[in-house]
């Protein structure tokens, strides 16, 4: 069965400044996607970014890139020049070959003025 | 482009009393679909999940059952609910390389 890690439950960051959110994970699939959500206080489920275990390149969208370690079975997120608006709780998630898409604990980001 | 709905936003119901939570999705076809319940402040528990019309797989089977009667609707059910089914109950579709969700529903049970 899969298992997605993230072991910081809350970080602070200064706005402006890089952050970067681990998350590893637990598979015996060969084929599987890597997935990072921000969650906002109103609740709403933001899709962030997406990487594919055949992908060679890490992914980026905007502000926001994966660190994908293949052999460690890590993917990092990293927020780049954090803005205030980037508070919130952020998830990573896997979906593993059966289609089954399954989550991490969650890290809450507050980024300070 | 693909939208999903989910309806109501908030909900409170009684104890004892039924639960039909619907979801639909636009703009695309054959989509795996999900059901997720979040207690407050805590990760999003998987519940059920389905590949294909009539094909449920459940995590967590307790009191609540999934039924997918159409290609794009996904219906979270439960005959008697019970206080600890409070919490914020979420749909999602994934495709390839995205997964979107509906905007929740709240539930409260009284």
Redesign the interface.
């Known amino acids: 069965a899969q298992k997605i890690t993230q072991t910081q439950p809350g970080m602070f960051v200064q706005e402006k400044e890089a952050v970067t959110l681990d998350c590893t994970y637990d598979t015996s699939d060969q084929s599987y996607?890597l997935?990072w959500?921000k969650q906002p206080s109103s609740?709403?489920?933001i899709?962030l970014i997406?990487q594919?275990s055949y992908d060679e390149q890490n992914a980026t969208e905007g502000r926001y890139s994966l660190n994908f370690q293949k052999a460690r079975k890590s993917a990092n997120l990293v927020i780049s020049a954090s803005q205030l608006g980037d508070s919130a709780m952020y998830?990573c998630?896997m979906?593993a070959n059966?289609?089954?898409?399954?989550?991490?604990?969650?890290t809450t980001v507050t980024v300070r003025a | 482009s693909q939208t999903i709905h989910q309806w109501p936003a908030t909900l409170v119901q009684p104890v004892g009393s039924p639960l039909s939570l619907e979801c639909t999705v636009e703009g695309t076809s054959n989509p795996?679909l999900?059901w997720?319940r979040q207690a407050a402040g805590?990760?999003?528990q998987?519940l059920f999940?389905s590949?294909g019309i009539g094909q449920i797989?459940s995590?967590v089977p307790q009191n609540l059952s999934a039924s997918r009667p159409q290609d794009r609707q996904f219906i979270l059910s439960s005959k008697k609910l019970l206080l600890s089914d409070s919490g914020?109950y979420?749909c999602?579709w994934?495709a390839?390389?995205?997964?979107?969700?509906g905007?929740?529903t709240?539930l409260t049970v009284v």
């Open positions: 996607g997935f959500y609740g709403e489920m899709f997406y594919g998830f998630a979906r059966d289609y089954k898409l399954s989550f991490g604990a969650g | 795996n999900y997720y805590r990760g999003l998987l999940y590949v797989s995590e914020f979420l999602a994934s390839e390389t995205e997964a979107f969700f905007q929740g709240r």
